[in-house]
């Protein structure tokens, strides 16, 4: 009896290692099928169009800068539906005004869709330069309807169709002079500055009026 039973030991343990290797295959293949959902890079392509404006003197708002561009960029989400969004993309522009700009994300920001109401909404903190001058600005983004201080805003509900998501997507923010970092300063509704070497914080007092407001209006499509 106790022969048998030293017989049956070697088996036992060869049985025991091959459940614990087939256990650690399922943590890992389980691992990385998480790490997937929870980090899913999507890749996109937009046209955007961004305004600058400032107050009128008849108490409205003028434009007086735009720039239009179409960028293809890939994005990172937390979830399907919500959660964090994400992208290591810089845009980088020149405006009709001939001012240099670009702008990114200074971290993650957060995003919801609504498939069946075709609500999609981005809470994104974009870091932002303009002719050297650089500030941060947190932007809300809806594919509902938008009106800002120079008027209605284009928007179009979200609409999926097989893996893809398609939606037209306007915010607006108002950005303050003082929040303008590094650069000289530059004249609203005037030519761009020349040298952006210098450093400092550009005040009202410097060429610019106390408050600027910048609209954005993005048409996007995404693969889901």
Request: with cysteine; aromatic share 6%; hydrophobic share 40%.
């Amino acid at each position: 009896m106790q022969l048998n039973h030293l017989k049956l030991i070697p088996f036992a343990n060869r049985a025991g290692k091959l459940a614990l290797l087939a256990s650690l295959s399922l943590i890992v293949a389980f691992g990385a099928l998480v790490a997937k959902t929870l980090f899913d890079d999507h890749q996109a392509n937009a046209s955007l169009t961004l305004r600058l404006c400032k107050k009128g003197s008849s108490g409205g708002c003028d434009v007086f800068d735009q720039v239009k561009g179409a960028i293809n960029l890939t994005i990172s989400t937390a979830n399907a539906t919500g959660g964090e969004v994400n992208t290591a993309h810089i845009w980088n522009f020149r405006s009709e005004g001939g001012r240099q700009g670009k702008v990114k994300l200074q971290r993650a920001g957060r995003f919801q869709l609504n498939a069946g109401a075709g609500l999609l909404t981005f809470d994104l903190p974009f870091e932002i330069e303009l002719d050297g001058k650089r500030f941060s600005q947190n932007v809300n983004l809806t594919t509902d309807s938008v009106f800002s201080p120079v008027g209605q805003l284009k928007t179009k509900k979200a609409e999926v169709v097989g893996q893809t998501v398609s939606a037209d997507l306007a915010g607006f923010a108002r950005l303050k002079t003082r929040d303008l970092v590094g650069g000289p300063p530059a004249i609203v509704g005037g030519p761009p500055a020349k040298d952006s070497r210098t450093s400092g914080v550009v005040g009202g007092s410097a060429g610019l009026p106390e408050e600027l407001i910048a609209t954005l209006e993005i048409s996007a499509r995404a693969k889901w």
